[in-house]
């Protein structure tokens, strides 16, 4: 877009300034897109990380710039492609909207929200189709789009193309939700944004590699020259998790905010506010305001929490396992705190907290890489594929790895729950010693271990 479109420019500290078409202003100026205003990119890790202040709503704007920024530079440099303005906006239009349907302390709603009897399944992703077409009817867009725009919007966002999309345009479903190989504008605005806010460096060149791509065979392809460009695109999404998004600090507040929203949910109805978008719009961050200004009686309980989080008494770790890669499979992919507790200990299940997650490079237990084609300047019809051998020998050969968390409730509890991990560990055949589950300073309290 340009001056001349009737749009706005908006300064923004990870891309400059951003020239927004009126195409695009139209979606953001809604109330279900500024809602995203009230919604924390990081979560709890705000908690943890006071730079870490950026809002969904930053965010969407950015992969919105960042998406009509890919489509211009392919539509400039092949023409024979005969890209139609109109999908230009729409793919821009699909990055803002994204993630219309993140919930309040994003990842940790949704962590809560499965473990919700029938909601096992959700994903933000289809509420933010709901919450699209909730913005679309509330606001009369439709008087502007199609059917088949919406539609095309859902495909991108969910990034599940049509058999005819796919095979008319695939390659658009490469820019916003890359399911190919996980090369996309989303990663390159969150990267670069969660690192700006959290005091990190970030070392990945988006620019760059925007700047590489060309289309071959329906789908994008990179410069050779960029592999190993694209390896440290996704080990910085790694070190991101490691190192902010699963904070153990930041983590034990999510698991207290969900035992808030599961002490809240009787009084405020939090899970058929799942039902419509139209109830999902009063879920926001300042729900957590809302309930510790509460006066109802049923909330004394979730107002108590609350006040733990705001003096610092929080639930404490008491335990980090790394499964090692040849006994991943020897326990079960869920953990409960009843499983843990019955392996040896005093405890009771409600006095601990078990959170398992895994960290890859984005595709499970895949190496990305060996999913992306790239191509030379020499031969712009011809795409192939770069084995990491050919990369650097110091690429990983592992590319995912599962961690098992134990808090307690109590602070008073941290030995005997780090005790209660270890027997649980040791029952299942795993060699661990108990001094290397967490760096914490041990107790002078005596734990029974098997």
């Given at each position: ?5 009737e ?12 020239l927004?078409?009126?195409?695009l ?25 006071p ?25 400039d440099?092949?023409?024979e ?60 867009l ?24 796919r ?44 700047q590489?791509?060309?289309v ?130 005093s ?12 960290l ?31 990369v ?43 001094d ?9 309290v005596k734990?029974?271990?098997?």
């Open positions: 877009p340009t001056y001349m479109d749009g706005k420019t908006i300064n923004d500290p990870i891309h400059g300034h951003i927004l078409s009126k195409e202003v139209r979606f953001i100026d809604t109330p279900q897109f500024q809602r995203e205003r009230d919604l924390k990119q990081l979560g709890t890790t705000y908690f943890v990380f730079g870490a202040c950026h809002n969904r709503f930053e965010h969407s704007i950015g992969v919105a710039h960042l998406a009509g920024r890919q489509m211009g530079i392919i539509k440099r092949q023409p492609l005969e890209v139609d303005p109109r999908y230009v906006d729409l793919v821009s239009i699909s990055g803002l909207c994204h993630d219309l349907g993140h919930g309040p302390f994003s990842h940790a709603f949704e962590g809560w929200v499965h473990r919700r009897p029938g909601f096992s399944h959700w994903r933000h992703e289809d509420m933010s189709v709901k919450m699209l077409d909730y913005l679309m009817e509330d606001n009369g439709y008087d502007t789009y199609q059917k088949s725009d919406r539609d095309f919007l859902v495909e991108l966002i969910t990034g599940r193309p049509s058999e005819s999309n095979r008319e345009r695939g390659w658009m479903f490469d820019i916003v939700s890359n399911s190919r190989n996980s090369v996309d504008v989303d990663k390159f605005d969150y990267l670069s944004r969660d690192a700006y806010y959290s005091g990190m460096k970030a070392t990945v060149d988006h620019g760059r590699l925007m590489s791509v060309h071959i065979d329906n789908e994008i392809c990179f410069l050779r020259k960029e592999v190993f460009n694209l390896y440290e695109l996704f080990h910085t999404r790694y070190n991101n998790f490691k190192q902010i998004y699963s904070h153990r600090v930041g983590k034990a507040i999510e698991l207290m905010i969900r035992d808030v929203f599961d002490m809240a949910d009787s009084t405020l109805h939090l899970t058929e506010c799942l039902e419509t978008a139209e109830s999902y719009m009063s879920l926001s961050d300042s729900l957590l305001y809302r309930i510790e200004m509460s006066k109802e009686q049923e909330l004394t309980q979730a107002r108590a929490l609350i006040r733990r989080i705001r003096t610092r008494d929080l639930y404490k770790h008491a335990g980090e396992y790394i499964l090692p890669q040849d006994r991943a499979h020897a326990l079960p992919l869920q953990i409960s705190e009843e499983d843990v507790v019955t392996a040896g200990s405890l009771s299940a409600s006095d601990i907290h078990v959170n398992t997650y895994t890859n490079y984005a595709m499970k237990d895949r190496n990305p890489v060996d999913n992306i084609h790239f191509y030379n300047r020499e031969n712009l019809e011809s795409k192939f594929k770069v084995r990491k051998e050919e650097s020998m110091l690429i990983p050969n592992t590319f995912s790895e599962r961690y098992i968390h134990v808090y307690a409730k109590d602070p008073r509890h941290v030995d005997e729950a780090r005790a209660a991990l270890h027997n649980y560990l040791r029952a299942h055949g795993q060699s661990v010693n108990v290397a589950l967490t760096p914490t300073k041990p107790s002078p734990v029974m271990l098997k």
